[in-house]
């Protein structure tokens, strides 16, 4: 048998005095789960330099290794919770992610969240997500604008700020958060701007909450509107949404629309208007008819900056309807859904569109 010299103990020693000290760098790290619902963040396509590809061929597991250093940031879990293009994302799958998120930041043992998106429908997914997530912990929503085979593609490194940005203390207590091309924009402020470049998310009426740079976070200053823990909506026990739908106003629109999803049972209508929330007569008649039948209508913009005054040329107390605000047609399609879990009056709802 061979005899143990003191050299052999000494190297024991200190072996097992590095495990510990790796040990305890480890559990230092924060601890972050990445939820993954498809998009072209884990889309794929046959060449390198072609426009065609998949979205969501790609699964989580995959799309974390292949970022280099990112478990250096945080202690990585993924999940995959759906796996489509975010042209269809439901409002089954936003309920299943809140549930989910909801869930794992109620326990110590999550420190944040990232979700991997399609850019399509990104702005909404963190809008509704602001609205119901109950915690002050940080959730992040990133994607790419290139597929994971592109030349350049933009994924990987989105992935790694993203993960930066929700394992800094910073980012705790600003809502839902949306980091694309080096840019933190808040859920309530972010459109998705150009169809196809990497720069496509913009805040341009409020303006970016912060910069991040190779995994270095930078804040200028907080979201607007309420969100999260101060946000009076829940998904808790939820199956479904009221049904509301988006009506978009251009020269000579006719009213039928408007008359054909109340006829069809929704509970609501955003109207994404001309210039400051304006319509036709055609649609105005359409809209008083709606709103005499106990159906709310919102007037948003189509016009991607600025808000829709109270006060314009449409008085809202003569048709029944009401201001979104600053918030775009898609986004106040969300606060409607949730606000109808309850029977409002028109005036408790403009105060919503107001504060949310
Ligand atoms: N259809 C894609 C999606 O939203 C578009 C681009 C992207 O992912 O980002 O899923």
């Known amino acids: 048998m061979e005899t143990k010299t003191p050299l052999h103990y000494l190297t024991i020693t200190l072996l097992a005095v590095c ?22 963040i884990a889309g794929a396509g046959a060449s390198a330099t072609g426009s065609a590809y998949t979205s969501g061929k790609i699964s989580i597991d995959t799309m974390i290794s292949s970022v280099p250093n990112i478990r250096k940031l945080a202690n990585l879990k993924g999940e995959q919770v759906s796996n489509v293009g975010s042209q269809d994302m439901s409002i089954k799958i936003w309920l299943d992610l809140a549930t989910r998120i909801n869930e794992l930041l109620a326990s110590s043992d999550v420190d944040g969240i990232v979700i991997t998106h399609g850019t ?9 997500l602001n609205l ?52 933190i924009h808040s859920a309530h402020d972010v459109k998705k701007m150009i169809s196809t470049p990497v720069h496509t998310f913009q805040s341009p009426q409020e303006g970016l909450l912060g910069t991040v740079i190779f995994g270095q976070v930078k804040f200028f200053h907080g979201p607007s509107g309420l969100h999260t823990t101060s946000s009076e909506f829940s998904t808790n026990g939820i199956k ?19 008359d054909y999803l109340v006829k069809s049972g929704s509970k609501g209508i955003v109207i994404a208007g001309v210039g400051d929330g304006n319509m036709t007569e055609d649609m105005l008649k359409a809209v008083k008819r709606a709103t005499a039948k106990g159906v709310h209508v919102v007037r948003a913009t189509r016009i991607p900056i600025g808000a829709v005054l109270i006060e314009g040329e449409i008085d809202d107390k003569t048709y029944g309807c009401i201001s979104s605000d600053d918030l775009n047609p898609q986004k106040a399609r969300i606060l409607l859904m949730l606000a109808l879990l309850k029977d409002r009056s028109r005036e408790e709802l403009q105060q919503l569109f107001i504060q949310y």
């Open 19 to 40: 495990l510990q000290i790796a040990a305890v760098a480890q559990q230092k790290l924060p601890n972050v789960r990445v939820l993954a619902t498809g998009g072209t």
């Open 240 to 258: 479904d949404l009221p049904k509301v739908d988006i009506v978009y106003c251009y020269a000579d629109a006719s009213g039928d629309m408007i």
């Open 132 to 183: 119901v997530i109950k915690s002050n912990k940080p959730v992040v929503l990133t994607g790419s604008m290139r597929p994971s085979t592109a030349l350049s593609a933009d994924g990987p490194l989105n992935l790694y700020n993203a993960v930066a940005v929700a394992a800094h203390a910073e980012s705790k207590g600003k809502g839902v958060l949306v980091v694309l091309n080096d840019e």
């Open 120 to 128: 399509d429908t990104q702005e909404e997914t963190a809008y509704f």
